[in-house]
């Protein structure tokens, strides 16, 4: 590497030479010229030579791939970083060892006004239940506990964080004994996250920033809410990303709104739509999913949150307002009510200025042919989790286990939406499953329905072009002259063009397609190590000299 005193005058400019680097604008590049924020020039080892003089900074690649840096396109990025810095019981074995690190971390925060946790899946644990409120009471001393399910639509409670909320207990979704839900549960996660104060927010959102850096993820898109976080923690997440150390984050508030008024209310807390959680339904793992026939494992259909209509006329109002629009839906009565609200207001204002608008949708798990052919139509983009299939498909996954084995063999259809020309989006609703951009991309082609996956091409370009594409920008998330210079640079093995399985055409594998090659994705290999990322052309990550 080599480096010269800059001219403060113009931009700086720096050459990354000796590499691979994946760019549609030369499918052989091995080096690149950054001016400032942008990408000025891809190609050939060869013409780098030209540059070389002119720079400066020289980075020697010794082999290394550079790629756009990843979008995740749904994060929560508080919770996230309270995960990371907190009670954490993601991939416990079992209820007694998730007890066991309950007693641990209450004996080592005595100073803390509410314990806080997440990542139970009693589906995952052989006493096949979750912790009783006696069991948590008992091992926390009797101090208030909040303690959400892994897919933190359901918590767990002690008694004496029931005691802050005053008429928990009369609210939707209380149980003497189990999970709560629905309002009761949004009571509680209200009265815990109150006493996070400004500082241990602040540290929890650094925390999670720093981790989607050091993963190579250049953007996120924060999902906030009233029933989810606070005004004050996204205006805070969003004035801490404009500092500029870390990863890009796009904000959406999950509100809905009726008027001009409302839509101003959302641009002024920083937010780019009225979007992300905004509940249709719940979620499978908490049977709180709104489903057309029943569960399996349960004698009823779920929880339904909006109707047709009001989704209709949030739609209509975001567009009015020049908003994005978008919900949280995941069973297919929800999905069902999403396509049918946003055709209703695609009536009164003219589907030209729904598309236009790219409204999404957040995971979008259980479709159908008929809901799939209406994200088309509708231009809705899918806000997909990959990762979801990974920990609960296949036939003895907890899908399986709510809907039956035929009903689950029918979620997360990512070819059938790319088939259909639905934008993909990817992401990993942290906290909910890891930050972990190369495992998505290896879920999202190694689908536990096989008919569903995707070529590994289709879902990079899904987690790092696509997230661009969903809040409206075109000209990014690619490396090619212009775009902006957000990218990672990775220690990797040999690169390969990868497909699901033998239907993709064998063209495509072929080095004479001039199609760029990815890492291998193969179940069990090892993923690649980010080694830096940039993002707006400052370094936001650079992993130690090991």
Known sequence: MSERIPDPARPRTVLLRGGEVHSPADPFATAMVVEGDRIAWVGEEGAADAFADGVDEVVQLEGALVTPAFTDAHVHTTATGLSLTGLDLVGVATLSDALARIRAYAAARPADKVLLGHGWDAGAWPEGRPPSRTEIDAATGGRPLYLTRVDVHSAV??????????????????????????DAHHAVRRAAYATVTPAQRADAQAAALARAASLGIGSVHECAGPEISSEDDLTALLALAAEGNGPRVVGYWAELIASAKDAERIRELGAIGAAGDLFVDGSLGSHTAHLHAPYVDADHTGTAHLDAEAVAAHVAACTEAGLQAGFHAIGDA????????????????????IRAARHRVEHAEMLTEATVAAFADLALTASVQPAFDAAWGGGDGMYAARLGADRARTLNPYAALLKAGVPLALGSDSPVTPLDPWGTLRAAVFHRTRAHGISARAAFTAHTRGGWRAIGRDDAGVLVPGAPADYAVWRTGDLLVQAPDERVQRWSTDPRSGTPGLPDLTPGGELPVCLTTVVGGRTVFARPIE
Do not use: K, N
């Open 334 to 353: 929800a999905l069902t009510t999403v396509v049918d609200g946003v055709r209703a207001a695609a009536d009164r204002i003219g589907q030209d200025r």
């Open 157 to 182: 409670v002690t008694t004496a964080l029931l005691d802050l909320v005053r008429g928990v207990r009369g609210l939707a979704g209380f149980h003497l004994d189990a999970p709560l839900t629905g």
